[in-house]
Each structure stands twice: as structure tokens, then as C-alpha cells.
């Protein structure tokens, strides 16, 4: 049995939960809770960063953070399924999976900005260049959604957790400006269940 060392809020997390079950290794998959604030979780010792998500093999290896995770489950069931083999679709993948978790990067930032640094300790230029990180990324997207595939590789499983973690951070501020990523969310959605499975309430 493989352990998911993880957060239900985590959006790299779900990003690897998603395609576990996608693979057909959810059932071999034990997700374990994380306390990031607990210095002795014993999570700083499977990943030396005490980031979440760390994966541990059957072996004991642990691996993170989400792309080695993915690719990682990809191998494990036959290789080739979410991370393509052909290298045109490989590499679209792999950029598309680098943009959604840059997004991501700048989304975390602006949320630990509002929870852990105190108002007179804010830097608007800091939080602005963050957030122009973000409307570039969506808008790059909104030009040019990606298809959705009958089994979705990593770059589309990752923006669709990019999609849902702007609903449960951002209250879906993203929606109102970007009418074609809304269509791609609902229909990925509709086309895999896991989605909604693994999503978080507010």
C-alpha cells in the first residue's frame, strides 16, 4: 500500500488524488492528514521541505512534490496514460502542468499573505505582481482552452485544480472574466466525478 501524506485543501494534493483514481490506484493509495504546524509530523522527514504532497512507494521511497508524484503513478500503472509518450503531447502536457502550478504558486502566496503577515506588513507591489501572474496565466488559457481528452493527462487534471482552488479561495472571482475556462471547468467536471469527489467546501 502506497501513503498519500496530504491536505484536503491542498490543491496539488487533489491534483494527485485526481489522477490516482483516473490511473485505477486509488484503492492502493492509504491518504494520510498532514500538520504542517506540528514540527515533530513526521512529514519533515519524508519530504525535507515539509511540503505537502509526499508520496511513499511500497518501497518506502518517498516522492514529491506533485509532478514526480504524478509521473511517478503514471509509471506505476503501465506508463503513458496521463503523461504521454508521444513527445509533441508529452511536452504540451508538461507545459500545461508547469503553467497551472505556477498559477498555483501565486494563488498559495496571496493566501498566506492574507493569513500569516499583518496588515502594516503587507506590500501591495508584492501582491499585485502576484496577482498579474495569475490574470496572465488565465488569460493565456482563456485564449486557447485546452482540449479534454477521454482519459485527461497531467496539464489538464492540473488546471482543472487550478479552476477549482480559485472557487474555494478566491470565491470564483475568475469566473465573470473568463467565460471559456467556465465551459472547460463544467464540462471537466461532468466527464470525471472525481473531480466533484475530491472537491473541498469553503
Not at 498559477?103 to 498559495?108: H, K
Not at 482563456?142 to 493527462?153: G, N
Amino acid at each position: 500500500m502506497m501513503i498519500l501524506r496530504s491536505g484536503p485543501a491542498s490543491p496539488f494534493a487533489r491534483k494527485v488524488r485526481i489522477a490516482a483514481n483516473l490511473l485505477g490506484l486509488a484503492a492502493k493509495i492509504d491518504v494520510r492528514p498532514v500538520d504542517l504546524e506540528d514540527p515533530a509530523d513526521s512529514v519533515r522527514v519524508q519530504n525535507p521541505l515539509g511540503k505537502i504532497p509526499v508520496l511513499i512507494a511500497e518501497d518506502g521511497n518517498a516522492y514529491y512534490d506533485s509532478p514526480v508524484i504524478v509521473e511517478y503513478l503514471d509509471h506505476v500503472a503501465g506508463g503513458g496514460k496521463i503523461i504521454p509518450k508521444d513527445a509533441t503531447a508529452r511536452f504540451a502536457a508538461l507545459r500545461l502542468q508547469a503553467l497551472g502550478d505556477g498559477i498555483l504558486d501565486s494563488c498559495l502566496l496571496l493566501v498566506y499573505e492574507s493569513r500569516f503577515r499583518p496588515a502594516e506588513m503587507k506590500v501591495q507591489s508584492w501582491v499585485d505582481r502576484q496577482n498579474d501572474k495569475v490574470a496572465r496565466g488565465l488569460k493565456s488559457l482563456e485564449a486557447a482552452p485546452p482540449a479534454i481528452t477521454a482519459l485527461p493527462d497531467v496539464g489538464q487534471i492540473t488546471l482543472a485544480c487550478v479552476l477549482g482552488y480559485l472557487d474555494l479561495r478566491f470565491a470564483g472571482a475568475w469566473r465573470k472574466d473568463y467565460p471559456k475556462l467556465v465551459e472547460w471547468h463544467d464540462k471537466f467536471a461532468a466527464q470525471f466525478p472525481v473531480f466533484e469527489e475530491t472537491k473541498v467546501k469553503a
